[in-house]
């Protein structure tokens, strides 16, 4: 079946730090891949979304490359913020198998 | 105005009631979605209607039983609560499949006693 590994968190860093939150998936065929981000106290929103390999995502200062070749959709941001502070979720969808697949989530904390 | 609603924002109840939570889309879209997320934030698909029509029914106990009455709306009912059960549930809809992004509601905190 399919699946979804996310590094663990959680994430401390101070503010204007680069950020990278690892993801890697197994899957058949050719997923769409997705970031969403869960500030505290709310539902999930989409960060960003890329639909085939070698598409970049990008929304809010952060990217992310869809990897056929290393199975990888990590993220990334130059230089994070206080307001950056959340849970972050990779996800995958596999229209053969009608379904997503999330990852368990990295907290991110950013410190002033 | 609120793409995805659910009401309601907490529920607090006794081990052995029913319960339902209710979830509305106002952005047209075909498919509805439940999801439960544990205390450690683990995000789990319970079930997934495409115009009102079941198309995912995960490892759920059969004490969860989905109605989608309208294609805008996918309510959840539990039967015989469980302490395990208390987490938070999120709807979420999009527009065509799971190929298309997920638009989440607020959450139902649901505590059980």
């Known amino acids: 079946g399919n699946s979804v590994t996310q590094m663990e968190g959680p994430v401390t860093l101070s503010e204007e730090a680069f950020l990278t939150i690892n993801c890697t998936y197994t899957a058949t065929g050719y997923p769409s891949l997705f970031w969403y981000v869960q500030y505290p106290g709310e539902g999930l929103q989409l960060l960003l979304k890329a639909t085939k390999a070698d598409d970049k995502g990008s929304n809010k200062g952060f990217e992310a490359t869809y990897r056929k070749e290393t199975t990888s959709f990590h993220l990334e941001k130059g230089s994070v913020q206080v307001s950056d502070s959340a849970v972050y979720f990779c996800?995958?969808?596999?229209?053969?198998?009608?379904?997503?697949?999330f990852g368990d989530g990295t907290t991110l904390t950013v410190k002033p | 105005d609120t793409a995805v609603s659910q009401t309601p924002k907490y529920l607090v109840t006794q081990m052995g009631n029913d319960k339902s939570i209710k979830c509305e889309q106002n952005?047209?879209?075909?498919?509805m979605y439940w999801y439960k997320q544990d205390s450690k934030k683990f995000l789990k698909i319970m079930f997934s209607?495409?115009?009102?029509?079941?198309?995912i029914n995960e490892t759920v106990p059969n004490r969860f039983s989905p109605k989608s009455p309208d294609k805008a709306h996918l309510n959840l009912h539990i039967n015989s609560l469980e302490l395990g059960d208390s987490a938070v549930y999120f709807c979420?809809?999009?527009?065509?499949?799971?190929?298309?992004?997920?638009?989440f509601g607020p959450g139902t905190r649901l505590t059980v006693l």
């Open positions: 952005l047209g879209h075909d498919t």
């Open positions: 209607y495409n115009n009102k029509e079941l198309i």
């Open positions: 979420a809809s999009s527009l065509g499949g799971v190929g298309d992004t997920q638009y």
């Open positions: 996800a995958l969808s596999d229209t053969n198998a009608g379904k997503s697949t």
